[in-house]
């Protein structure tokens, strides 16, 4: 598979003018969690930056749900290896800057693709516990280049500190320890910091924005 034809089959990557590297994202209204929380006042996704701005304009709400659509295809996890391998340069990837993991079947190939591609670190950023406590029981742990943070649900809300204890995991939200993101100070910009990616970091908190 050419690296055109892989970002045509998985609609390209995604360029967050915050991060220091490409992403993939989906339409937030597919997120299994999320979309619950959506309807609850003081969620996080109740305020999700993914619904509205830039990712409110037609031609991404389209692209993002091609997107979604290709998670279907027989040739994904082959796709997104070749796509982000050619075209990713700074060593780091970030998983679904909008929505989320889908099922465990999707959990598995985000894991095979970071297989694929040692010398990228990846970021996954997750509220579907579930769909990760279920792969940890069947595989045991993830790549080493991948680290998975399981996010807090509510605005402010103290994050699943002792479930990703328990699963060997680090998470994101307002703790009384961990690490505090420093993009609000700077640009609302990463600039340097790759804290999000290093899993000796045990929680990174975030401002609201």
Not at 104 to 120: Q, W, Y
Not at 121 to 137: G, N
Not at 146 to 153: F, M
Request: charged share 20%; with cysteine.
């Amino acid at each position: 598979m050419t690296l055109f034809e892989a970002l045509e089959l998985v609609s390209g990557l995604s360029k967050p003018s915050k991060m220091p590297c490409s992403s993939w994202s989906t339409p937030a209204k597919h997120c299994k969690t999320g979309k619950k929380l959506a309807k609850v006042s003081g969620s996080i996704c109740s305020s999700c930056y993914a619904t509205r701005g830039f990712y409110s304009y037609p031609n991404v709400k389209n692209c993002l749900e091609k997107r979604f659509e290709s998670l279907s295809h027989p040739e994904w996890e082959t796709a997104m290896t070749v796509a982000i391998s050619g075209s990713e340069g700074s060593g780091f990837f970030r998983w679904h800057d909008s929505g989320d993991v889908q099922s465990v079947e999707h959990l598995e190939k985000i894991a095979h693709i970071a297989k694929n591609i040692p010398s990228i670190q990846f970021w996954l950023p997750t509220r579907e516990y579930s769909f990760v406590s279920d792969y940890l029981k069947k595989h045991g742990a993830f790549p080493s280049n991948l680290v998975v943070r399981l996010s807090a649900l509510m605005v402010d809300g103290q994050p699943p500190v002792g479930m990703a204890k328990r699963l060997g995991l680090t998470t994101s939200g307002v703790a009384k320890v961990g690490f505090t993101c420093p993009a609000s100070n700077q640009g609302n910009k990463c600039l340097s910091c790759r804290a999000c990616w290093d899993k000796n970091v045990s929680n990174i908190n975030y401002k609201k924005h």
